[in-house]
């Protein structure tokens, strides 16, 4: 069984940063591709960027040149680092996760964490 755990989450003033961490408790954290979303009151949850195991990645237009994922494999842990944001930006913000492994793929969601973008 897979659990995800977001962190970092918070408040900033537009143009501030902020980095979420996802932390995997489970084995074979290698094999899984992990994807943050944001979820925004009144909208539809959103695919914001996504690592796979060999580190290649994938971003929404929307947060291009402004956030950057990673992996750290030897932590089980994967970054958001989210810098010059904007209001728009304000959203629940969870991870998602899926072993390239499997034929029937199954998703792991984290609880989420709160960021809120406002001077």
């Known amino acids: 069984q897979v659990q995800l755990v977001e962190s970092g989450g918070g408040l900033v003033q537009p143009g501030g940063s902020l980095r979420l961490s996802c932390a995997h408790s489970?084995?074979?954290?290698?094999?899984?591709?992990i994807e943050w979303y944001r979820q925004a009151p009144g909208k539809l949850r959103e695919m914001v960027a996504n690592v796979n195991p060999g580190s290649g990645t994938n971003y929404a237009d929307s947060v291009k040149g402004r956030f950057t994922i990673s992996r750290d494999n030897t932590k089980s842990t994967v970054y958001l680092q989210m810098n010059n944001l904007k209001p728009e930006d304000t959203a629940v913000y969870y991870c998602s996760a899926f072993d390239v492994r499997e034929r029937n793929r199954y998703y792991y969601w984290g609880q989420g964490t709160q960021v809120t973008v406002s001077s």
């Open positions: 489970g084995n074979s954290f290698a094999f899984y591709v």
